[in-house]
């Protein structure tokens, strides 16, 4: 697929035409564009709240209620148990929505651990996950609060927030899109989780991108870096 960056981008600077690589290997990199069903991920989440049994002899199934979770709220605690939804303390059941995003894997670096060290022990101690970043297409949403504003979009191209980054995904249906940096989640790393495309970033990309997650996470920028460069020359020509 052939992406027409416009002229005034971050891409067009680094490499227009060789920004998305094609790949169709089963390895899955960094920079790797994948999808999967993640979550909506708002100010407050919501909990799922036991109100009883269905039925007073049956605790296999509950009556519940989705409400705010908030921080320090005493939890309720059921006259009745239900075995469907088992109380633990310092545990809550938290519902989210979620929906199929393009991701970018930031990170595949968990080591195999030796399986003698992990006998016996439940496998989400030590399973294995990617690190990913979630893209938002412009104008997702519905009704008159849908997508970005347009001028929101101009100012995250021209790399004024670290934890924005505009691009162009190689996916049919996919247009202008925001990738979320403060938004890097876990998924987990299974073929039953997720599923490829045929496309990763270039090298050239791929360091780009490095020099912008510094730039977020440690909130620093090297003057001689790529990155400074490419933000000068795109914010002078505002």
């Given at each position: ?26 390895e ?21 709240s ?5 039925e ?13 979770f908030?921080y ?6 059921l ?20 929906k ?5 894997v ?19 101690q ?11 297409g ?12 347009d ?7 021209q ?7 505009w ?11 925001i ?14 989780t ?11 990309a ?11 996470i ?21």
């Open positions: 697929m052939t992406l027409k960056f416009p002229e005034e981008c971050i891409q067009n600077l680094i490499n227009p035409d060789g920004w998305w690589v094609k790949d169709t290997s089963k899955v990199s960094r920079g790797r564009l994948i999808q999967a069903y993640v979550p909506h991920v708002g100010p407050i989440p919501n909990r799922l036991p109100i009883g049994r269905t007073a002899e049956v605790h296999t199934s509950a009556k519940f209620e989705i409400v705010p908030r320090g709220e005493p939890k309720k605690h006259s009745l148990p239900v075995a469907a939804l088992p109380a633990f303390p310092n545990e809550e059941w938290l519902v989210y929505r979620v199929r995003r393009p991701l970018l930031i990170a595949n670096n968990s080591l195999e651990v030796e399986k003698q060290l992990v006998l016996g022990k439940p496998k989400w030590t399973a294995p996950t990617l690190l990913v970043a979630p893209y938002y412009r104008d997702e949403g519905t009704g008159t609060r849908s997508g970005f504003s001028a929101f979009v101009e100012r995250v191209r790399c004024e927030y670290p934890q924005f980054f691009d162009m995904l190689p996916l049919i249906g996919a247009d202008e899109s990738m979320r940096l403060d938004h890097i989640q876990p998924v987990g790393n299974h073929h039953d997720y599923g490829l495309t045929d496309y990763r970033l270039s090298d050239d791929l360091m780009l991108l490095d020099e912008w997650v510094n730039w977020y440690f909130e620093c920028l090297d003057e001689n870096s790529i990155l400074a460069y490419a933000m000068k020359t795109l914010q002078r020509q505002d």
